[in-house]
DNA sequence: GCGCTTATTATACGACTGTTCAACAACGAA
DNA sequence: TTCGTTGTTGAACAGTCGTATAATAAGCGC
């Protein structure tokens, strides 16, 4: 009878994914003790050395843990006003309504999570000391405010100009995106999701005002 | 020649606060690292000890702080609320010039301050899983809503009724205003404390609609 | 001056941290 | 089967962490 392998071997592309899979995890069940070398490798079943032979340091895996978290609630985002846009049906699905599915896929699972902010929290308190976070911050958080531009260009083309620089609308209606998801986060009793969407959408009509 | 004494003793009351003054300016200087009896004591130029003789444990000290924190932030709102319905002059200084003080004194030093949301930072990532903070928040935030909701009832009273629920309308401006005042911590690049300001004003203004 | 209270100091402890490194072993190639 | 590559392990290292504890001394009442 052969025995079992005590581990498998697995290419380096994948081992590195399932460590940033493990980190995300952890940041999102425990916060900033979650960041630790010793609880990231036993949640991803390896050793505890396997992180440092797959990654330079822990900030550079936190760092692309980052990444890969901005990476999938961004595409998440663009999916859900892709659908929209490509949807049949007898509605018009103009750039208004992608941007109603943009608020509603805001604030309806998987992204309205507590756990979701709880790591969120952690690589907001690395960007300011640690380069590797910024670095990639500056990469990837453009990407979300593009998204958002871009809707806002398309539906002023669409429904006339608004009554502010298109710069500033971007800015204001992510800072309520932003401020409203953070707000319910940190204390889900206060509203419920669907006032949420409905504060944003009045936000919008009045754009044009 | 008599000798220096080598330290001297305070009132508990007194070295408490030092203590929790020492513990913000540790937070606001390096963040979630700042969060440790070394730092907290050397800044506040005392032993190591001298923290678990004054506080229980050191959850204890971060909660307390974080309450002094929340407070002097409020206070420091209502502080310039008030100066603007007390002053003088020909403008009326009814609700909404009060509102418009607002707006000012959040987006202007020292509220304005990277620093400062770099402990605000450590704070939301204690409050998931530390009863003491909970505890604090559960007290403390309630009376930064309060003040919101009361300037906007203010206003209803004043200039006709909102399109929307008093409460809903609280939320969004308080969403509002932590959404900017975030964006603009985390990266001071992408607008001017100005054009929030001007951002919040069209908001309330659109309330009437 | 002496004595008492207690604020304060400094050390020690065990637990945890990130990183290094030598030994191990899985798995394809020859 | 044997070899070589290298993904993987786990112990060891030097730090830092929060807390407990005993020794110290400042400052007040007498």
Not at 96 to 101: E, N, P
Not at 124 to 134: E, F, Y
Not at 179 to 195: H, K, S, V, Y
């Amino acid at each position: 009878m052969a025995k079992a392998p005590r581990f498998e071997r697995q290419l380096p592309e994948e081992r590195r994914h399932a460590l940033i899979v493990a980190t995300i995890d952890c940041l999102k069940a425990h916060g900033h003790e979650g960041m630790s070398v010793r609880r990231i490798s036993a949640a991803a079943g390896v050793s505890i050395g396997l992180i440092n032979h797959h990654f330079p340091n822990k900030d550079e895996l936190v760092a692309q843990a980052y990444r890969h978290f901005n990476g999938e609630l961004v595409a998440g985002l663009r999916r859900a006003v892709d659908n929209e846009r490509l949807r049949s049906g007898a509605a018009r699905n103009g750039p208004r309504q992608q941007l109603s599915a943009f608020f509603r896929e805001s604030f309806t699972a998987p992204n309205l999570d507590r756990d979701v902010l709880t790591a969120w929290i952690v690589f907001w308190g690395l960007l300011r000391h640690s380069p590797a976070i910024q670095r990639v911050h500056n990469e990837a958080y453009g990407g979300y405010l593009d998204l958002v531009k871009h809707m806002l260009t398309d539906l002023e083309k669409h429904h006339g100009p608004f009554g502010l620089p298109c710069h500033l609308a971007a800015v204001g209606l992510t800072a309520l995106l932003d401020g409203l998801w953070l707000e319910w986060c940190l204390d889900p009793g206060t509203f419920r999701p669907e006032e949420a969407i409905a504060l944003c959408e009045r936000w919008v009509d009045a754009l044009h005002a």
